[in-house]
Each structure stands twice: as C-alpha cells, then as structure tokens.
C-alpha cells in the first residue's frame, strides 16, 4: 500500500507527471495506491474518487 498525502504539490509539471506514472505502474502491478490531493488533474487520473466536504461524502466516483 502507497499513502500519498499531496504528492505532486511542491514539483513542477514534469516531475510530477513522471511521479503519476510511477504511482499508476504501481497499482497496474497491484499495490493499492490512496492519493489526497486538490490537484484535479492528478485526481481525474484516479480509478476511484471520493470527494469530502467538511468531513463527510461529497460524492464518489469510479472510472
């Protein structure tokens, strides 16, 4: 299992598009990867999205 909290948040576009292809190889290979982000671009390349408002289930999605 992979926890990243923020992951891309601090890198530029393409390091961070190298780290999003090194996290989906991982769930490709069968690691279960958990992103938390505001990133919607990192966010639209999820399997599954669960979206939180004041703590609780905003909405959830599944690609």
């Known amino acids: 299992m992979i926890l990243a909290d923020e992951p ?16 989906r ?5 069968g690691a279960a990867v958990l992103i938390v982000t505001h990133d919607l671009h990192l966010a639209a390349n999820a399997d599954r999205r669960i979206s939180l408002r004041d703590g609780r289930i905003e909405s959830e999605a599944i690609r």
Request: no cysteine; net charge negative; aromatic share 0%.
């Open 25 to 29: 190889a991982r769930a490709d290979a």
């Open 8 to 23: 891309t948040g601090e890198l530029d576009e393409g390091t961070a598009d190298r780290l999003l292809a090194l996290l």
